[in-house]
């Protein structure tokens, strides 16, 4: 952790120094050396990423994030354009089509590298950092004289690059069970957000079981542990005044998490403020 710290105010430091004095020598004096806590951040290059979790669902149903790291003056404001389209990568993530996006992703060189993810985004985003994508080209045969493209492994594995937090939101448990020890590697702290009841939509094939029950039920079994840079989030469900769950639970609680103005997002970010130094 010491290190990630000198690395972070380092690099704003360096940003300082180039701007204020450009290529001429320099000696600080530290008690004039006006870089204050207010300084800190405006200084601060950023690449978040947030996926949105597949369906019918657009870049803007996550952008709850940008819009609270913005809010909170964690981002300069001149980068809010540029944020809106690298932030937003908007695409559908089913099959590998998302593990290959997630993995061929190039963050800004020297930025600090935030994935948010969601749903079917948040288990692509597993795979992802916990294998990589297996590269594929289009190649042409024939069946009865007739071409048939299809698509052939090279043998190339494209990894993405190391993650300083990874927001995995709401995924399969057995994705969890499957990948997290590995992409945790991947990444310099994991923050892992799980609903409470959260089992399943009858609709949706792949949807799977992402509650946290399961979750501690598959601890307990020995079957999943939990890597020691992984934070657990358990979120509650959002309840009507009379106490009566909302009548859809995976219309109200699951599929707007990341909506900027959701009920769900702001328990999402009040419990991200604990324990993210980047939500301060």
């Known amino acids: 952790d010491s290190e990630d710290y000198a690395s972070f105010y380092g690099r704003q430091f360096e940003r300082y120094y180039n701007r204020q004095f450009g290529e001429n020598d320099v000696k600080f004096i530290t008690e004039r050396l006006k870089y204050t806590k207010e300084q800190l951040g405006n200084d601060w290059e950023n690449d978040i990423v947030s996926i949105h979790g597949g369906a019918s669902a657009k870049a803007k149903d996550v952008d709850g994030p940008r819009l609270k790291y ?16 690298v932030y937003n990568i908007g695409i559908q993530l089913y099959s590998d089509k998302g593990v290959r ?40 045969g024939y069946n009865s004289g007739y071409p048939l493209t299809y698509k052939k492994e090279t ?8 993650a300083d937090e990874l927001n995995i939101v709401m995924p399969r448990i057995d994705f969890i069970e499957k990948y997290l020890s590995r992409a945790s590697k991947n990444a310099v702290t994991v923050n892992l957000y799980v609903l409470k009841n959260d089992k399943g939509l009858s609709v949706v094939k792949d949807y799977g079981d992402r509650s946290y029950e399961t979750l501690q039920k598959k601890i307990k079994e020995r079957k999943i542990t939990i890597p020691d840079n992984v934070k657990i989030i358990t979120l509650n469900p959002i309840y009507k005044k009379d106490n009566l769950l909302l009548p859809d639970y995976t219309i109200n609680n ?3 998490a990341l909506d900027y103005g959701n009920p769900m997002f702001s328990q999402i970010w009040k419990e991200y403020e604990k324990v993210s130094k980047y939500g301060k």
């Open 70 to 85: 913005v809010e909170k003056g964690l981002f300069k404001k001149e980068l809010k354009k540029e944020l809106d389209f």
């Open 101 to 140: 996006e997630i993995s061929n992703y190039k963050h800004r060189e020297n930025s600090i590298k935030i994935i948010w993810s969601h749903s079917l985004g948040a288990d692509s985003t597993l795979e992802a950092y916990a294998i990589g994508y297996r590269e594929k080209v289009n190649k042409i």
């Open 155 to 162: 043998g190339k594995i494209i990894r993405p690059e190391r």
């Open 254 to 256: 699951h599929a707007p």
